[in-house]
C-alpha cells in the first residue's frame, strides 16, 4: 500500500510538471523527418500507385519538379535574340536536367515585350524559341524530346506596361508531356540510362564549347 501512495504520487508530480512545461510538442509525436517532407518524400509507393489509377498526373508532378529544382525562364536584352552569359547558365542547368529524363518532351515558348508591331514580336519570339532550341541541342539534349517551339509575342507579358521591360524578353520552358513512340533504349535497358545519367550528375559541367567558353557572348 506504501508503495502503491508513493507510486500515485510520483504520477502526479510529474503530470504537475508537465502542466509548467505546457503541452507535448505535435512534432514529438510524428516520425523523424515528417516536419521537412513536402509530401513526397518517402511515398515512392504510394506516388506510383496515384499516377497508375489516374489520381495523380505524372506529367504535372515532373513539370513541377522541373520548375522547382532549374529556373524555367531566361530573358533577352531588346530586339534581340541572342543568349547571354546568365541566359546560357540558365540554359546549361535546364539541359543537364533535361537528359535525365529521355522520354519525356518539353515545350520552349518564346514572349516579347510590347514594343513594335505584333507580326515582329511574334516572329522575335520565335526567333528567341529558336536560339534556345540550338542551344540545349548543342548541350547534348536530343531534339525529339523538344516537340515544339511556340511564340507568343507580346501577348502574355509578365508585367502589363507599353514600355520596354526585360522581363517580358524571355523564353520559357514547360514539360508538355511523353514521346509518342518510346526510343528502343527504354526497352528493358532504362535502368542503365538512369544509371549513366546518375554517374554524370556528379561530375562538373564543362564550360568548354568547340574550343572556347560556353559562356562567354
Do not use: C, M, Y
Given at each position: 500500500m506504501h508503495r502503491l501512495i508513493i507510486g500515485v504520487g510520483a504520477a502526479l508530480a510529474l503530470a504537475a510538471c508537465d502542466q509548467t512545461r505546457g503541452p507535448v510538442p505535435g512534432s514529438f509525436l510524428r516520425e523523424a523527418g515528417a516536419q521537412t517532407d513536402a509530401g513526397t518524400f518517402g511515398l515512392a509507393t504510394q506516388n506510383n500507385t496515384q499516377v497508375m489509377n489516374g489520381e495523380r498526373d505524372y506529367v504535372?508532378?515532373?513539370?513541377?519538379?522541373?520548375?522547382?529544382?532549374?529556373?524555367?525562364?531566361?530573358?533577352?536584352?531588346?530586339?534581340?535574340?541572342?543568349?547571354?552569359?546568365?541566359?546560357?547558365?540558365?540554359?546549361?542547368?535546364?539541359?543537364?536536367?533535361?537528359?535525365?529524363?529521355?522520354?519525356?518532351r518539353f515545350r520552349v515558348y518564346g514572349h516579347t515585350d510590347a514594343v513594335g508591331s505584333q507580326a515582329y514580336n511574334r516572329r522575335l519570339g520565335q526567333r528567341r524559341a529558336n536560339a534556345v532550341v540550338a542551344y540545349m541541342i548543342s548541350r547534348g539534349v536530343n531534339r525529339a524530346q523538344l516537340e515544339g517551339v511556340v511564340s507568343y509575342g507580346?501577348?502574355?507579358?509578365?508585367?502589363?506596361?507599353?514600355?520596354?521591360?526585360?522581363?517580358?524578353?524571355?523564353?520559357?520552358?514547360?514539360?508538355s508531356g511523353f514521346l509518342k513512340r518510346v526510343p528502343p533504349e527504354l526497352d528493358g535497358k532504362y535502368a542503365s540510362i538512369v544509371y549513366r545519367e546518375y554517374i554524370r550528375s556528379g561530375e562538373p559541367i564543362s564550360e568548354l564549347a568547340n574550343g572556347k567558353s560556353a559562356l562567354q557572348d
Open positions: 504535372i508532378s515532373l513539370g513541377t519538379r522541373f520548375a522547382n529544382e532549374v529556373p524555367t525562364t531566361i530573358t533577352f536584352a531588346f530586339d534581340s535574340a541572342q543568349l547571354d552569359t546568365n541566359a546560357r547558365a540558365v540554359l546549361n542547368r535546364q539541359a543537364h536536367w533535361i537528359r535525365q529524363f529521355p522520354e519525356v507580346k501577348t502574355q507579358p509578365v508585367i502589363p506596361t507599353p514600355d520596354r521591360e526585360r522581363r517580358n524578353r524571355r523564353t520559357v520552358t514547360e514539360v
